[in-house]
């Protein structure tokens, strides 16, 4: 993560050099920009901290290079700094998301406060971007691990639902609403099963030597021939 810095941009080099000192005496950390361009060049979406930016200088102005940034998607606070007659064009310029602006000759104090208040401005935006993909993180997890869930009991459901229709056509091979199911395979020693079910009313299976379990009573025994 990058540190927080509080960028001069100003292309009157007196001027950087006193606010580079002012800031440092503060312990706040900057680093001077000579133009706008210059800035807008190097400048990076990750960047935190603040802008402190002169309304006017020769080539780009403060209020262009404040437009470049909007539309590049810059998040950090901007403090224009503002001889008497560009006070509207500083007004409109908080209207477009500024965070504040000086008029020049500037106060020391009252522009190192500004920066602070900056500072700390940017760094709760911060806090507040990693919370959120914090909180969009485990969301996403969870809703993966809801959808596993749903898979596991979706085939929970099925399995069930396989057994119910296999134990239907049993019960429907067999033809006999005294059928009984039973689980093993198919065959019984003493009495009759068809594919894991059974017939016999009493619920035995046998009736003795060279009888047959039938549902309702016993079969006679054939002669030997």
Not at 55 to 84: D, K, W, Y
Not at 203 to 220: D, F, K, L, V
């Amino acid at each position: 993560m990058s540190q927080a810095l509080a960028h001069i941009v100003d292309d009157d080099e007196a001027i950087r050099d006193a606010l580079t000192w002012l800031f440092r005496t503060r312990q706040v950390a900057c680093r001077a920009w000579e133009s706008a361009e210059a800035f807008l060049e190097a400048w990076q979406p990750d960047w935190r901290g603040c802008i402190v930016l002169d309304i006017r200088m020769r080539e780009m102005s403060g209020l262009e290079c404040f437009e470049a940034l909007r539309e590049q998607g810059n998040s950090l606070p901007v403090i224009f700094l503002t001889g008497h007659g560009d006070v509207p064009m500083a007004v409109g310029a908080l209207k477009k998301g500024a965070f504040d602006f000086l008029e020049k000759p500037v106060d020391d104090n009252a522009l190192v406060d500004r920066v602070i208040r900056a500072l700390a401005a940017d760094a709760r935006r911060q806090a507040s971007e990693a919370s959120q993909a914090t909180v969009a993180t485990r969301i996403a997890q969870l809703t993966l691990e809801l959808k596993a869930l749903e898979v596991t009991n979706l085939r929970v459901i099925f399995a069930e639902a396989r057994q119910q229709f296999h134990r239907r056509r049993r019960r429907e091979v067999v033809g006999d609403p005294q059928v009984r199911e039973v689980d093993g395979p198919v065959g019984s020693v003493g009495g009759l099963a068809l594919g894991g079910l059974a017939l016999g009313g009493d619920g035995h299976h046998g009736h003795g030597r060279g009888e047959t379990a039938i549902s309702g009573g016993t079969a006679p025994t054939l002669p030997n021939r």
